[in-house]
């Protein structure tokens, strides 16, 4: 199976929210936007203006378009084509809603370390990961956080190392990256290995489909790692050329096809036609 590439232009692309208008919405950690890509004409459109370093997102009812902010990455520096990113303009770290008009508030602004990725359950919580900006500072400084429909915000894990990508699975248990490997993560504080090491790559951002299959972003590695549940690896799908892997969903009517974000050269690239559709995803219906 080959990747299509469908945009351009989205300075270090992250999390790509499939819309049901037939677009998709990525985030751009270095520029600290949004960015609104046309597969089927490859137009690309920048719609709000986050600054810092906007990561993860997901879709909300009326269209808006939830970020997690982690405040901004200095590329300038990072060694090699990192260096060619444009400077970030510093911002809060916290969760924030880009309104469709453009408009960008924070639902979310103090205390937090570099929020991540984020996903939503059925009634409307928001979980999302806090780990600062790698590399770690610590072990144990990563965590997980709550953010209620009433607007507080609590801790729903911590003493991870570096807890990145996090999605649900069909039965709601909470699946994050964490180091090296894909791990669940329990209310009651107990976690289990998925799997513990993905490859070189390791993960970063992921999905999973209707039958519990895992797509994870694989970085360096510069394509997507599907996983079953058990932690049985059983396939790669390579993107085309040179790059850096960061994250994925699916998207299209059918759910079929997945679109990834192509960190470096800043691509939304497509796998058409995946033989499972991915698992409907759960929007944002606003504050209570």
Known sequence: MQSVVVGKGIPFAEG???????????????AGALFRVWPDSGTVERIAVTSGGANGAALAADGSILVTQNGGIDFSKLPGVFATLPACVPAVPGLQLA??????????????????????????????????????????????????????VTTFADDFYY??????EADGTVVVVERRGLQR???????????????????DGFCLDVDGRFYVA???????????????????????????????????????????????????????????????????????
């Open 185 to 203: 993560v329990y209310a009651d504080g107990s976690r289990d290995w998925i799997v513990p090491k993905l490859g070189q790559g390791g993960g």
């Open 99 to 152: 309104a469709p008009d453009g408009t960008v508030t924070y639902l979310a602004d103090a205390g937090f370390r570099g929020p991540n990725d984020l996903a939503i359950t059925p009634d409307g919580t928001v979980y999302f990961t806090d780990p600062g900006h790698f590399p770690p500072t610590e072990d144990g400084f990563g965590r997980v956080m709550v953010f209620g429909r009433d607007g507080r």
């Open 16 to 30: 790509p929210v499939w819309c049901a208008d037939g677009t998709v919405v990525a985030t751009s950690v270095a």
């Open 218 to 288: 694989s970085t360096i590695e510069h394509g997507i790692r599907i996983v079953d549940r058990d932690g049985t690896i059983l396939d790669f799908l390579p993107i085309e050329g040179e790059g850096l892997t960061t994250n994925c969903c699916f998207g299209g009517d059918d759910l079929r096809t997945l679109f990834v974000t192509d960190a470096l050269p800043g691509n939304l690239v497509a796998f058409e036609g995946m033989p499972t559709p991915g698992l409907p995803l759960p929007v944002w219906p606003g504050p209570a």
């Open 163 to 168: 807890c990145n990508g996090i999605a649900f």
